[in-house]
């Protein structure tokens, strides 16, 4: 058997896997820079990139596998393959993991500070973010790893950044206030396409509303948020409704506000909802909003970013949460005879698609790009057929979404990500892109002592750092290094002098210590703690001298006086050093009444504003004053990027632009993308339409939406509802081949796959049964030249049973061909199995037995081994090696078998 005698009974993977990826990846056969041959043709792929938090699931395994078999394939055929990945930072959903590790500890986010709580995320994604890529690797994935990319690369950033501002001069970049869909928890805006819906039975409540003309009639609403009546501007009813006739026009008594509001029309009403008449409260709802711009009506925000009440909710519900308000709203309405009836209703609820909490729409100044020239050539590009869909049912979610597109919201008010490439005003918040600099000048409040973390007043106490502090510093001073700071400021109580030092230790700069930087004088508040102050003044007394502008603690200084002291000591400093970067270490009240005055702050806003210890706030002087009101300082703009808007510069910011660099020239278009039906919208159509705009070309020609993977009765598949099966656990079990085997074998063309395990295990018998099939042939192959590929079989040596081999060998090297090309996974591999197992293992090995034909034998296992390479890679490139073929290379560049012409 010419060395192959080592083929042991059964196959194992465990022995052969790693050792096979190993080969593979020093051959440099996966770049496509490195492959063998004159290959003229590419052929490309950028893996949708998995977000840097997550680990393999089903979807992946599935998708990853397609990409597999499509590469390999090429790679067979002759083609330059570049299979190209990467991860995606993954905003909200990275930040809420590093949030959660942070709420272990005992801390937050704000306790950090930005700079601080980004370079955390940064430590957690060299820690945990290439674990899904190494996951991919043991699924024998042949990706180019040199060419590996991360949406948060300094490449990649400048390829967002130079979107952005491409964008913004062509005037379709703008900042407005909207309603938009909030998230409480995460504290962020999110677009409709990032919301997941959740049918709940609610309490349908049925409200009457007094008609101020008529004296005892009333018109009754029906809504499931009776909270939000607070809020109302107007009654809505359809134009079209004959009941409401006679009291469109009229006025309506808002119940517990107790104010007039009218009675309009609409045609987005729904006649058959409740009683056909509709509250409208512009403030916090979609349509409402839309009504409520068209009839110009008032808007009540009454609901706060926290999901907590306004002051505009009155009285009764002012500082309490969203679902207190509502029963307290109930309650009221019921002592006023006001609730006529509760009725349960099945109610969709939208919420967050990363924390599940229930969006909380509300007004919110947000940017957004304009979608109607991009709606159109993205949906062009594909009722032309530049774009095509595989299955073709897939097209109509696309156009029916990019018919009626809306201006994307692409601001997140998070701090992971690419940060909106703009600077404003400090002053007036006018926008403006980044200006030349004449200093920059920051503020870092001190580092924690021990009387922080008990909350006790400090005000000119001498409290030194703790450890906790120090750290704090040292953190700092590593974010502030490469920021040219030439001068040190800072306050001479022991907590700032000592933070500055540490600072001024790591950047080589000498500390001016500077008394108009001291904390507030706070009297005799001074060593204690909150609590025992609120004993002391009651919570209300506490809260009302904390915050009050004039009135001083009992021996100490009032806000109006730390603010004329530290401003003095402020443009003095400015005086003396005009173009020079300047860091001021000092306190938390005392850097609250500066940003105040540059930002031109009420005093209510900048006092509750307290940056936490270690925090550094940049104040940049510009050299070209604003044009709006003339002030100098600008700052960055905090707001960061859908991640979907980097997402969508995949194809070719992957591969160098802006720079047109070799491999943006040879690898762009890419070929095919593989994805989900739930981001079509999300991410496929913003791809095209980015690569229609800053490429002149689509990003790829064909779409592969796969199927998904449920369980096996049909339900979503859910690591946190115990549903979720985990590919890795299948491959320790049975192998990679026999995984990927079993996923695809399920991918019939069909939308949902009802997982059955028992393919994977079907996957395992069939690799043991192509390893024996070889162990034959190899065992009992006594004549050398069978080996000899390079030649035609003698037609008269072959029997009917080689013939008829043969014959369906050919067949089936079309049919598995044509499949692939057509995007049929399942077909191709159950008509390759179909042909391996029953026609050359069960038909034709047992009949040779008796009157063997060698170099038939060989041939078809040698094709058949470069027919299921693709889908089983590890498997066939190891029985490939143990084939004594003269001038072999590796299976993964060997040639595809084309059928012969007949």
């Not at 949708?48 to 680990?55: K, L, M, Q, R």
């Not at 008449?277 to 009504?291: F, G």
């Not at 300047?582 to 009240?589: A, D, E, N, R, Y």
């Not at 095919?672 to 705009?693: H, K």
């Amino acid at each position: 058997m010419n060395g192959t005698e080592d083929l042991e009974p059964q196959y194992d993977p465990k022995k052969v896997e790693d050792r096979i990826y190993k080969l593979w990846e020093e051959s440099g056969f996966f770049n496509p820079d490195t492959l063998p041959g004159k290959r003229e043709k590419t052929y490309t792929i950028a893996v949708p990139p998995p977000n840097v938090t997550g680990s393999l699931h089903m979807g992946h395994a599935l998708n990853a596998t397609i990409q597999d078999i499509l590469i390999r394939k090429k790679r067979m055929e002759g083609y330059k393959t570049l299979w190209l990945p990467g991860t995606d930072h993954a905003g909200i959903a990275t930040q809420n993991v590093v949030e959660k590790e942070l709420k272990k500890q005992g801390t937050t986010r704000y306790d950090l500070g930005r700079q601080a709580f980004i370079a955390r995320v940064w430590e957690w994604k060299e820690k945990y973010g290439d674990i899904i890529l190494e996951q991919f690797k043991k699924l024998g994935s042949s990706m180019d790893w040199s060419r590996t990319r991360f949406t948060m690369d300094p490449e990649y950033q400048k390829a967002v950044e130079e979107a952005f501002l491409h964008y913004y001069r062509k005037g379709w970049m703008y900042r407005a206030e909207r309603v938009v869909n909030w998230c409480v928890r995460c504290q962020t805006s999110l677009s409709d396409l990032e919301l997941e819906y959740k049918e709940e039975k609610a309490m349908l409540y049925y409200i009457q509303y007094p008609i101020l003309s008529r004296p005892g009639e009333h018109i009754t609403v029906a809504t499931v948020r009776p909270e939000t009546m607070l809020g109302d501007s107007a009654v809505a009813v359809n134009p079209k409704d004959e009941r409401y006739r006679d009291i469109v026009g009229a006025e309506v008594l808002l119940p517990i506000q107790d104010r007039p509001i009218p009675v309009i029309t609409d045609e987005a009403i729904d006649k058959e909802f409740g009683t056909g008449a509709v509250k409208v409260t512009p403030a916090h709802d979609p349509l409402d909003a839309d009504i409520g711009a068209k009839n110009n009506l008032p808007v009540y925000k009454v609901i706060d970013e926290r999901g907590k009440m306004t002051a505009l909710a009155g009285p009764l519900c002012e500082g309490v949460k969203a679902s207190e308000c509502r029963e307290r709203v109930v309650s009221e309405l019921k002592a006023k005879n006001l609730l006529v009836k509760e009725e349960s209703y099945p109610h969709n609820v939208s919420l967050c698609y990363r924390c599940g909490t229930a969006i909380e729409p509300q007004p919110s100044m947000q940017w957004f790009l304009k979608m109607s020239e991009l709606g159109r050539v993205a949906l062009d590009a594909v009722n032309t057929g530049r774009v095509t869909f595989y299955p073709d049912r897939w097209k109509d979610v696309y156009t029916h979404w990019m018919g009626s597109v809306r201006d994307w919201n692409i601001s997140r008010q998070i701090w992971w990500g690419h940060r909106i490439p703009l600077w404003r005003c400090s002053t007036c918040d006018e926008a403006r892109e980044k200006p030349e600099l004449a200093a920059r000048w920051f503020l870092v409040r001190h580092g924690e002592t021990e009387w922080n973390k008990e909350m006790r007043y400090m005000g000119r106490e001498d409290i030194p750092l703790n450890d906790a502090g120090r750290e704090q510093a040292r953190t700092t001073a590593a974010a502030l290094k490469d920021t040219g700071i030439d001068i040190i400021v800072s306050s001479d109580l022991a907590r700032a002098s000592e933070t500055a030092r540490i600072i001024g230790r790591e950047l080589g700069i000498d500390v001016i210590e500077n008394e108009h930087f001291r904390e507030r004088h706070m009297g005799e508040w001074q060593g204690k703690t909150t609590h025992e102050l609120k004993e002391i003044h009651t919570e209300e007394g506490f809260t009302k001298i904390r915050f009050h502008y004039d009135e001083a603690y009992h021996g100490g200084e009032s806000w109006r006086e730390v603010e004329g002291r530290v401003m003095k000591g402020f443009q003095d400093l400015r005086q003396k050093y005009q173009n020079k970067n300047v860091l001021i270490v000092s306190h938390g009240g005392t850097i609250r009444m500066i940003v105040k005055n540059i930002r031109n702050l009420h005093f209510d806003v900048a006092v509750r504003n307290e940056p936490s210890n270690g925090q550094s706030i940049e104040l940049s002087i510009a050299r070209e004053q604003c044009k709006n009101c003339g002030n100098e300082y600008v700052e960055p703009i905090e707001d960061v990027l859908d991640t979907w808007f980097s997402s969508a510069l995949w194809p070719f910011a992957t591969l160098g632009w802006p720079e047109h660099i070799r491999d943006l020239k040879e690898f762009y278009p890419t070929s095919v993308l593989s994805t989900a039906r739930d981001i079509i919208n999300l991410w496929v159509a913003r791809m095209v339409y980015s690569g229609l705009e800053f490429m002149d070309g689509v990003p790829f020609s064909d779409v592969i939406i796969h199927a998904t993977i449920l369980t096996k009765d049909g339900k979503r598949m859910s690591k946190s509802l115990g549903t979720g099966i985990d590919p890795m656990t299948l491959i320790e079990k049975y192998g990679a081949d026999a995984t990927r085997f079993g996923i695809v074998w399920q991918a019939m063309g069909n939308q949902d796959i009802h997982w059955a395990e028992e393919h994977v295990n079907a996957g395992k018998k069939f690799a043991n049964k192509v390893w024996n099939a070889a162990r034959f042939v190899l065992m009992n192959a006594a004549d050398p030249s069978a080996f000899d590929l390079s030649g035609d079989i003698l037609h008269d040596a072959m029997s009917d049973d080689d013939k008829k081999v043969l014959a369906l060998l050919e067949e089936t090297k079309k049919n598995v061909g044509a499949h692939i090309d057509a995007y049929e996974f399942g077909h191709a591999l159950h008509e390759l199995y179909e042909f391996f197992w029953r026609e050359f293992c069960d038909v034709y090995i047992e009949r040779s037995k008796k009157a063997r034909n060698d170099a038939v034998a060989v041939r078809v296992l040698t094709e058949s081994l470069k027919l299921l390479h693709p889908f089983m890679p590890f498997l066939t490139e190891e029985v490939w090696a143990r084939i004594p073929l003269p001038g072999k290379s590796m299976l993964i560049v060997s040639e595809w078998p084309l059928p012969h012409a007949r």
